[in-house]
């Protein structure tokens, strides 16, 4: 790719970087419309570009969280064990799909997401004397007011983190539009602490992914390395803006993000917005 191109790549990556340390998403909902649409790559070398990137945002971003104490880390190594399953039979299916059907698909679970946000009040916290072995304390750094919360549906939350650890590596996304989602509205997790654990859980999910792409060849490594590199910079001024959002907030933005990309997505698996068009 042209030095220039990749300059502006990088540039667009920050941007990526941020909506996806701020959201728990790992900027692959903004990643995989950029490199199809605005750069022209095949899906499944615009996945595994994405899922590098994706990496890159948990690293800026999860130290952070973990740090702040907003990161639920027992739950999310217990999530992270049956998505990384998922994450590397998702990544061998992609291999023989389609790139329509994998737009598609991408476009659905976005639109979805995006509505489940808006319609899903969020869950408050619960009293001190309601605690169960699944309790667990954050502190809001937006007011810096400790809360106590339940993890509700436990195994049926791990058995979908399989599903959404097949859509991060057939899609990109690096599974946080799923998961956070999942953990907010299924497992009653607040916005904030699932976002913050879904930048801790990302990273790993992404990784496995991104093996199965690399050993197939479908890496672009001057593409990936820009990518990165902005992915990195943007997760860490992306974690600095969290503090200063409340969570109904972060939900509206989250889903109107859901739904523009969306709709760009849908409309490139339409022909109807194509490179060069």
Request: with cysteine; net charge positive; proline share 3%.
């Amino acid at each position: 790719m042209e030095p220039l191109l990749l300059c502006a790549l990088i540039l667009i990556s920050v941007g990526a970087g941020i909506v996806g340390a701020l959201f728990g998403l790992g900027g692959g909902i903004v990643f995989i419309p950029v490199l199809t649409v605005m750069f022209g790559m095949e899906m499944t070398e615009a996945t595994a570009a994405s899922l590098i990137g994706i990496v890159a945002v948990s690293t800026g971003s999860a130290y952070g969280y973990v740090r702040q104490g907003q990161s639920n880390v027992r739950l999310g190594m217990l999530m992270e064990v049956t998505t990384s399953i998922g994450a590397i039979a998702g990544a061998s299916l992609a291999l023989y799909l389609e790139n329509t059907v994998l737009l598609i698909l991408f476009s659905a679970v976005m639109a979805y997401s995006g509505f489940k946000m808006v319609a899903s009040p969020e869950r408050r916290s619960i009293p001190e004397n309601e605690q169960t072995d699944m309790s667990f304390e954050y502190r809001d750094p937006l007011d810096r007011t400790k809360r106590w919360y339940a993890v509700r549906n436990l195994r049926s939350g791990l058995a979908l983190c399989t599903a959404a650890g097949a859509m991060s590596s057939m899609t990109g996304v690096g599974g946080g539009a799923v998961k956070v989602p999942l953990m907010n509205i299924h497992m009653h997790v607040p916005i904030k602490v699932a976002s913050a654990t879904s930048n801790y859980m990302i990273g790993i999910t992404a990784f496995s992914g991104a093996l199965i792409y690399f050993l197939n060849g479908s890496v672009v490594l001057d593409v990936a390395g820009a990518v990165a590199v902005g992915a990195f910079s943007g997760a860490v001024a992306g974690r600095a803006v969290s503090t200063r959002i409340g969570a109904s907030s972060l939900k509206r933005y989250m889903s109107v993000v859901f739904f523009c990309v969306a709709t760009v997505t849908l409309l490139e698996a339409g022909g109807i917005l194509r490179p060069g068009s």
